[in-house]
């Protein structure tokens, strides 16, 4: 969405007035979207906006995160993944068996892949029907990999204005503690929660919610 959203921008990226304005819009109709937010903090925060943007969106298209998580997965694994997660390819011939499954299917698993839409210091944001994954993994003994790519993981300040008054279930989202996950894969690869919640990116922008009722 972030991606297509960067297109969308391009044509108003050179009015700063315009831009801000049309990145509120897009935050309003899809609050929780880390990419998306990350994309408007960083081309609002840049002295050359339209360069600023399109880098980002270059940036966004070519997250490894996927790939990176393919890579970390065991030999061998059952993997099954939650609602909008998506693996690279390389897990290729090493015998990972992945399953796009219901939380049902987990009761199998080695892992469950989950995706975060957006990550903070103690809970994030999922896709709905992502706590009945974690769930099954629980009651499987299964580990919970999220996903947490380019973008998601925004600073402190960020997460509070992004979060203040948002009403998950409203928007298809799900809030979950930080604990739920076993490990967190971002651009960088695999790590811990706590050293997820501490690699915060992306500039500080309030301004992308002033006003904001």
């Known amino acids: 969405v972030a991606i297509e959203a960067g297109a969308a921008l391009a044509p108003v990226a050179s009015r700063p007035g315009g831009l801000l304005t049309a990145c509120r819009r897009l935050l309003a109709r899809r609050p929780g979207d880390g990419p998306l937010l990350w994309l408007a903090a960083t081309a609002l925060a840049a002295s050359d906006q339209p360069s600023a943007l399109g880098g980002a969106v270059d940036r966004l298209r070519s997250d490894p995160t996927g790939e990176r998580a393919a890579i970390a997965l065991p030999d061998g694994a059952v993997v099954v993944t939650g609602p ?73 300040r960020m997460w509070d204005l992004a979060t203040d008054g948002l009403d998950p279930g409203s928007h298809g989202l799900e809030l979950l ?37």
């Open 84 to 156: 909008g997660a998506a693996l690279g390819v390389g897990h290729g011939e090493r015998g990972v068996q992945v399953v796009d499954g219901e939380p049902a299917a987990v009761v199998a698993a080695d892992i469950v892949v989950c995706r975060a839409c957006l990550w903070g210091p103690e809970e994030w944001l999922a896709p709905e029907g992502t706590a009945a994954f974690i769930d099954a993994a629980v009651s499987a003994g299964a580990e919970v990999w999220v996903l947490a790519g380019l973008g998601t993981v925004p600073p402190r």
């Open 177 to 213: 503690d930080t604990s739920s996950a076993s490990f967190v894969v971002g651009p960088t690869g695999r790590t811990s929660p706590e050293r997820a919640s501490a690699r915060a990116e992306g500039p500080v922008v309030p301004e992308l919610f002033a006003g904001r009722r």
